[in-house]
Structure formats: structure tokens, C-alpha cells
């Protein structure tokens, strides 16, 4: 008897009737929110002293961007529970007129 592939289905935040090109721009945009939140993170926590003690404020934005961070990948973890990252390239690559807004597509200019 053959076995049938079981195919992951993203449905816990991902909509499920969602097609494979929604989900690979929608990882897209989520990949645009995590790198920006990182840029927003290291720029505040290289512009603190090293030598002295941070202000409570400025904690809370390091804080309060790494929560940004963890909120965006876990959809992104969703997305690649059903795709690889070898997927999202080539849908990166097949793509360009759709993807070359996104920071993700500048990675495959040099190819």
C-alpha cells in the first residue's frame, strides 16, 4: 500500500484557506517586521553607555522591541512548519516582480 505524504497545514495563526503565495508574502512582510525591529533594538542599545546603568525607559523599549521580535517569528514559525526556507527562496527567486520590495529578495541581487 502506498503511503499518502502528510502535509503540514498552517491553521493555528496562520489562516489555513490562505494560499501557498499569500503565506510566502505574508512570511515576507513578517521577515520586513523582524528586521526592523531588530535595526530599532541594536541602534537604542548601541546608543547606551556601556559603563553606566541604563535609564528604566530605554529598558523597557529594548524590552518591549524583543517582544515584537518573538510576536512576528512565531507566525513566521507557522509559515515554515509547512515550507522550507529552500521553498521561500525559490518562491523568492520565481518571483521577483512581487518580492523585490522586501529586504529578503536584495539576498539573491548578487546571484
Known amino acids: 500500500m502506498a503511503q499518502k505524504k502528510i502535509q503540514k497545514k498552517t491553521n493555528k495563526l496562520i489562516n489555513p484557506s490562505w494560499t501557498k503565495e499569500q503565506k510566502m508574502l505574508y512570511f515576507l512582510w513578517l521577515d520586513e517586521q523582524v528586521?526592523?525591529?531588530?535595526?530599532?533594538?541594536?541602534?537604542?542599545?548601541?546608543?547606551?553607555?556601556?559603563?553606566?546603568?541604563?535609564?528604566?525607559?530605554?529598558?523597557?523599549?529594548?524590552?518591549?522591541?524583543?517582544?515584537?521580535?518573538?510576536?512576528?517569528?512565531?507566525?513566521?514559525k507557522e509559515i515554515t512548519s509547512e515550507y522550507t526556507y529552500d521553498e521561500i527562496d525559490n518562491f523568492v527567486k520565481d518571483n521577483p516582480k512581487i518580492c523585490d520590495s522586501f529586504t529578503f529578495f536584495r539576498f539573491f541581487l548578487d546571484k
Do not use: G, R, T, V
Not at 36 to 54: E, H, I
Not at 56 to 65: F, G, P, Q, R, W
Open 35 to 76: 528586521m526592523n525591529y531588530w535595526s530599532l533594538y541594536l541602534d537604542l542599545k548601541m546608543s547606551l553607555p556601556d559603563d553606566a546603568f541604563w535609564p528604566h525607559e530605554d529598558i523597557e523599549k529594548l524590552n518591549a522591541y524583543l517582544e515584537l521580535i518573538e510576536y512576528f517569528e512565531e507566525y513566521q
